[in-house]
């Protein structure tokens, strides 16, 4: 069943873990797909990879100051006019401390601003009805973890962002997600058996685990799910296994 049959859909932040697992689910499920990522070497092999699935095309682009997200929606908008789903996975992890908030300017551009100038420069381009995905931590539904401070700030910061954009795109029929996930474990393989790399509360999972939730919020099958975060981490916040 394509349930993504007919939708065009970007992913900014792409990496050989949760984006290509994200970008091949997508394409498994009918969408036409933009990935797009810093490093234009990397998304290039993941497209040429997944070229026999789907229609996919990798633009590099940097959406961590404005100019960088108002160039990228010009080339997203060139190639498919406008978007139905947008997953902003820009990633980045960083352990510091009060003491020495050495990660806090990185961390607030990686996921934070790159998150507000994403936004911000696609929304034209979106269709009604659409639908974007943003990415937190398992982590920041509780208190955080101290020894990331600034990471875990960042990410708790991504939960707001979704409350304060999602009753701003209501009038646009926009929706806006969250979803949390814990340690995002290895690279994508196609055609493996994931489920049995995983363990119910287990603090890793796959990427592919990840990627099914993603795909069920861009499409039409979560319509009255909105500003909601959802934890994909199998329990493991709650059982500290």
């Known amino acids: 069943m394509e349930t ?3 939708k065009k859909v970007a992913l900014i932040g792409v990496s050989r873990g949760l984006g290509a697992a994200t970008a091949y689910e997508l394409l498994t499920e009918g969408a036409s797909v933009i990935i797009s990522a810093r490093t234009e070497s990397r998304l290039r092999e993941i497209a040429d990879s997944m070229k026999s699935v789907g229609n996919i095309e990798a633009v590099q682009g940097d959406v961590s100051t404005a100019d960088g997200a108002s160039r990228l929606a010009s080339r997203f908008s060139d190639i498919a006019g406008t978007l139905d789903g947008l997953c902003i996975m820009v990633g980045g992890f960083a352990q510091d401390s009060i003491a020495q908030p050495i990660a806090l300017d990185e961390m607030l551009n990686n996921h934070v601003r790159a998150v507000i100038h994403a936004v911000s420069s696609l929304m034209g381009i979106m269709n009604r009805n659409g639908s974007i995905v943003l990415m937190s931590n398992a982590s920041s539904l509780d208190r955080g973890a101290s020894a990331s401070m600034s990471y875990s700030i960042a990410k708790g910061a991504v939960i707001r962002i979704a409350e304060l954009l999602c009753p701003q795109l209501i009038p646009k029929a926009i929706r806006v997600n969250v979803v949390a996930p814990s340690f995002i474990d290895g690279e994508f393989k196609p055609g493996r058996d994931f489920l049995l790399l995983r ?5 890793r999972v796959p990427p592919e685990g990840i990627a099914s939730v993603i ?4 499409s ?14 199998g329990g493991n916040r709650l059982a500290k296994i």
């Open 4 to 6: 993504m049959k007919g």
């Open 199 to 203: 363990k119910l509360g287990s603090y």
């Open 215 to 218: 795909t069920f919020l861009l």
């Open 220 to 233: 039409d099958r979560s319509s009255w799910v909105n500003g909601a975060t959802i934890p994909v981490d």
